[in-house]
RNA sequence: GGCUCCUUAGCUCAACUGAAUAGAGCAUCUGACUACGGAUCAGAAGGUUGCAGGUUUGAAUCCUGCAGGAGUCACCA
């Protein structure tokens, strides 16, 4: 006999069907709700009967107790039930989930969906830096969920791709590009050893105190503050540098691309370090005029008017909303001119099915506006559009403030999480055997798995607390605790070498409740990758993890697995401790972190 | 000020579409090692789920009001 169904699927079924012969209830058996039986009481899955005693006529008892000997008669793999109050619970036979295990579970891909690679694929924008200062805290949130979210989307089943769009023109850049003509020297990455992305970072803030400075001088000379920060001589420069950028001017074009090089360089290190790439960057330099022929054609349709000074607005009253600037008056475009663009480009190259954008949640603004525009423009993909809108990160001591000097590098960040994962793994790791690069792996991938999983844990929708300090924590509900946990697992199917697979047809044993509680967690991993990606939320998949660690610590405590003498039990333990490592290995995965044979 | 979101143990976070006694980790305290890897496990203590009403057989979850916090309302991105 093999398994072809889900318990649950198979319970759904019987309960929906009982419902109809006992008491004429219609209910699909997807409209079934079934929940896992809480631990205090006996049984496996649970059946709440409150919704239907109205219509049943009769005491929660009596329906529970009648759809329970109706399911218990249907379904060979239900052993037994037990009511309490209006809570019906099942009672799972041995014999399922040793089934389960050998035919399910040992799969190394178990839990994960095959990818038809010619659907319709669904896009995920992430991290889109702009190029005038280096990464951060708050974008490496953004990374780490941009990365996270594109794999579990794809262990779902979906055709995945991942794109950049980088910012690297606009108003900032030559801020910088500014800065660097009037203070730099001539000053580069080589002359100074600083990461290109850091150097052009540097003249970024250079021209803000500059500019504060001209602004201070100006309002003491009796000039009113708006006034001053418009006409400092800085920021005059600074736009006409972009009137000349964005009419090809050779020399300013030259300079932009040099620095941005640097950025770039700068950015792929980062990028490499955390792990995380694209299928396709987009650079906003070349397709922001997109966007303005799309301002074009929105004039000429008449969803959009022009102003009597030239800059072009959208009427967005009409939806309960502001008026919105598309083009400036002296035809420059901002953001939201080039997110139409890129948003048309992109539908355009993917025929994509869905179109996600990992943005933080103060966009959640502009991104309203970007569909109702794009509606407006008359495009009926606008509600493929989807933001996936995270919070912000906070620090102990409250907000990152540039000015205030409390931004976390991310380059910084993950050096010091190393060297922690390093005094970390001297102290108490078991790797030997590891000559040097090996370890020099070990630490990095335990000092990533410790930040990312920090981060991932949290639902991303929420505001969340960065502290350093439990950031490198490497105990309790932590990354390096779920990497211990596989690397310990990996230890003991090393040692039990190619024991024969067992089979369920002759086992003459009985399942404890501590390798029923790992089972009934690997059983749930499906379901929870499915809920994971319909939330489009990793934080679902890093507390399985934890709670599939954490169930598997707590057997493997107190229950013999290499030291068992009954053959037959002995193979099923070290076949559920691989099915552990691979789910743990996977979800890691899908977390983007590796877990490691031994550290 | 308008709009949006948030408030759960001392702290950081869970609780899928409303269901049994709201769960973890950290910190605190107590136990378990000549170990199939103790970076572990077992246990104790810690709660009027911001406050006040309402809907429901049943509310952390849904509705209303209030308080506190965040974001946004740019010719920045």
Redesign the pocket.
């Known amino acids: 006999m093999t398994m072809t169904s889900n318990i649950n699927d198979s319970l759904a079924g019987a309960i929906s069907l009982a419902l109809k012969e006992l008491y004429g209830i219609e209910q699909q058996p997807a ?1 079934v ?9 006996k ?1 496996d899955s ?1 059946l ?1 009967v ?2 239907y ?2 219509q049943a006529r009769k005491s ?1 008892e009596a329906v529970a107790a009648e759809i329970g000997e109706a399911v218990k008669k249907a379904l060979p793999e239900v052993s037994g039930y037990n009511v ?6 099942f009672e799972i036979a041995d014999n399922y989930w040793l089934q389960f295990l050998a035919e399910k579970a040992s799969d190394p891909l178990f839990g994960l969906a095959a990818v038809d690679a010619k659907a319709a694929p669904v896009v995920v924008e992430y991290s ?1 830096p ?1 190029t005038n200062k280096p990464l951060h805290l708050g974008h490496i949130r953004n990374n780490l969920l941009g990365w996270s979210v594109s794999q579990l989307l794809a262990a779902a089943g979906a055709n995945v791709k991942k794109v950049n769009l980088v ?1 690297d ?4 850049i030559c801020k910088s590009m500014l800065a660097w003509l009037r203070y730099g020297n001539g000053e580069t990455p080589e002359s100074s050893g600083m990461k290109g992305d850091h150097l052009v970072g540097k003249y970024y803030v250079e021209f803000d105190k500059h500019y504060k400075d001209e602004v201070k001088q100006l309002m003491e000379s009796g000039v009113e503050e708006e006034q001053a920060k ?1 006409e400092a001589p800085l920021m005059v420069e600074a ?1 006409q540098m ?1 009137k000349r950028w964005e009419e090809g001017d050779k020399e300013v074009r030259a300079l932009w691309e040099k620095m941005n090089g640097w950025v770039y360089a700068g950015f792929d290190e980062t990028y490499n370090r955390l792990g995380v790439g694209f299928d396709k960057v987009y650079y ?1 330099s070349q397709t922001y005029l997109l966007g303005k022929e799309l301002v074009q054609k929105g004039l000429d349709m008449g969803v959009l008017f022009r ?1 009597e ?3 072009v607005w959208c009427d967005l009253t009409g939806d ?3 008026q ?2 598309l083009l ?3 035809g ?7 997110d139409l663009g890129t948003a048309l480009l992109r539908h355009n190259d993917f025929g994509a099915e869905r179109l996600i954008y990992v943005v ?7 991104f309203k506006v970007l569909k109702l525009i794009l509606g407006k423009l008359g495009f009926s993909w606008a509600d493929k559009v989807y933001h996936l809108s995270y ?2 990160v ?1 620090l ?1 001591n ?2 990152m403030k540039s000015r205030e000097g409390t931004v976390v590098d991310a380059d910084d960040l993950i050096d010091e999480m190393e060297k922690t ?1 390093e005094e ?2 001297r ?5 030997d055997e590891l000559c040097e690069e090996e370890r020099k792996h ?1 630490y990095h991938i ?1 000092a990533l798995g410790a930040l990312k999983y ?1 981060i991932l ?11 350093p300090a ?1 950031s490198i ?6 990354g ?2 779920i ?3 596989h ?6 199917v090393r ?2 070498g190619d024991l024969s697979e067992f089979s369920t047809l002759n086992s003459q044993f009985s399942i404890g409740e501590k390798e029923r509680g790992v089972l009934k967690v690997l059983h749930s991993l499906p ?1 929870t990758i499915t ?1 994971a990606a ?2 489009y ?1 990793p ?2 998949v890093a ?1 399985y993890a ?2 599939l ?2 169930a598997f ?2 057997f ?9 003498e009954n053959a037959q039990l002995k193979a099923m ?2 076949s559920l ?1 691989a099915a552990v490592a691979g789910a743990l290995k996977n979800t890691m995965n899908i977390l983007g972190i590796e877990v ?4």
């Not at 102290?427 to 790797?431: A, D, P, R, V, W």
């Open positions: 409209d709700v079934l929940q896992e039986t809480r631990r205090d009481f049984g649970t709440v409150f919704p005693v109205k929660p309490i109050k209006g809570f019906l619970n889109s702009n910012n023109r606009g108003i900032h418009r736009q972009l906003e102003k000074d030239g800059s309960g909303l502001d919105k600037l400036r008056k002296d420059t475009s901002v953001y939201m001119t080039q933080g949640n103060e966009q959640d603004y502009h919070g912000m906070e102990p409250g907000k994962a970390m793994s102290e108490h790791g078991k790797n070990l335990l920090f844990k949290v639902d991303p929708t929420k505001n969340m607390l960065f502290n439990e924590d490497f105990n309790g509900n932590t390096p605790f990497q211990y946990t690397a310990r697992i990996r230890s003991i040692k039990a379901d809920a319909n939330a939320s934080a679902m507390n934890y709670d660690a954490k610590n707590s493997y405590q107190d229950t013999p697995i290499l030291r068992e333990r070290v401790c490691p044979e031994r550290m």
